[in-house]
């Protein structure tokens, strides 16, 4: 298993998250995401968390698993926060 994969995704009170078998569509302030996840994966939604969970143990599906769950995070982070750049001067 990932270890990345393992952890919870924190999901803030004005996003939501909905799982429509393999879709996963995530709406926010700050506009909508669709992603389709594979087939090895299942998605768990508790209380204001997702846990992203493996069908099938196999090296690709560990793979699979940190990535695809890093990219749920990204598709919350991206809908709650707005982009913003620091720059050094």
Do not use: W
Not at 25 to 48: M, R, S
Not at 76 to 83: L, M, R, Y
């Amino acid at each position: 298993m990932s270890r990345i994969g393992k952890l919870p995704i924190k999901v803030p009170t004005d996003v939501d998250v909905t799982c429509n078998g393999l879709d996963i569509t995530v709406k926010g302030k700050f506009g909508t995401l669709q992603n389709t996840i594979p087939d090895i994966l299942a998605i768990e939604e508790n209380d204001g968390t997702l846990i992203v969970n493996v069908k099938n143990k196999t090296r690709n599906s560990s793979a699979l698993h940190g990535l695809y769950r890093t990219l749920i995070n990204n598709m919350v982070t991206g809908v709650s926060e707005q982009f913003q750049v620091t720059l050094n001067l």
